[in-house]
């Protein structure tokens, strides 16, 4: 398990961003190839993650460190948001109200992600889909954007090829919807571009193209002081 480190920005060193409940690291991907220095945080172990981890509480985590990372992501579990869980009448805490409030004392610009059940309480959130980035997938993740940061709200296109049933094989010219016990962990990887996860991981993960574009939009906000500056 990897220990808690002081974590400083260095001249010349990548923007430091802290990936809250990271799971396999779909989110991490994205922002790493936009540019970001990844550090990802959650309470379980992943040693499927792909960049520096920490296991420990997210929220007791952005408490203590928070406000030493440039741009910080959330994904609080969506489990308490799902229709699935609900109808099996499993019970989730609702953490979307303190992980907001944690990430607000940080001083630090963020993003919130989560599932469409959650939108209701989500500020504002801007909704992405695979379409948007020529996935051959839909997977609708909605991003609520805090401390001054925005996004803008990208076109959405037709669906008009239709989904695979939940759990089932993918027929030619459809797409699957990889979630639950879902079969076809190849194509899932493929067509998500998460080669190192496994079903786990998979069936939750925010697809990198997701993410690399709203990385690309903070880079863009926090260079913004800085030409401020030297106008």
């Known amino acids: 398990m990897t220990q808690p480190t002081d974590i400083r920005r260095v001249h010349g060193r990548r923007p430091r961003l802290l990936d809250l409940y990271c799971c ?40 203590a460190h928070g406000a030493e990372f440039d741009f910080i992501h959330a994904s609080p579990p969506c489990q308490h948001d799902t ?15 303190p992980t907001r409030a944690a990430l607000e004392t ?4 963020w993003v919130m992600e989560n599932v469409r059940g959650a939108v209701p309480k989500l500020r504002d959130p801007v909704m992405l889909c695979g379409q948007m980035f020529r996935l051959a997938n839909y997977r ?3 991003f609520e954007p805090g401390r001054g940061f ?7 296109p037709v669906h008009l090829v239709p989904q695979a049933k939940m759990g089932r094989p993918v027929p030619p010219g459809h797409y699957g919807q990889f979630v639950g016990n879902f079969s076809g962990v190849d194509l899932a990887r493929r067509v998500l571009q998460v080669p190192w996860m496994n079903r786990d991981g998979i069936r939750e993960c925010i697809p990198p193209a997701y993410t690399e574009w709203i990385g690309r939009a903070a880079l863009t906000h926090l260079a913004a002081p800085a030409l401020e500056v030297a106008a």
């Open 83 to 97: 229709a699935c869980q609900r109808l099996r009448g499993n019970t989730h805490p609702d953490l979307i109200p």
């Open 140 to 142: 609708h993740r909605y």
């Open 106 to 109: 940080t001083g630090q610009p």
């Open 150 to 156: 925005s996004l803008d709200r990208p076109g959405h």
């Open 24 to 63: 396999q690291g779909g989110a991490a991907k994205g922002y790493a190839d936009a540019g970001f220095d990844v550090t990802g945080v959650d309470k379980d172990p992943q040693p499927r993650y792909p960049y520096r981890f920490v296991q420990a509480d997210a929220i007791a985590f952005v408490l």
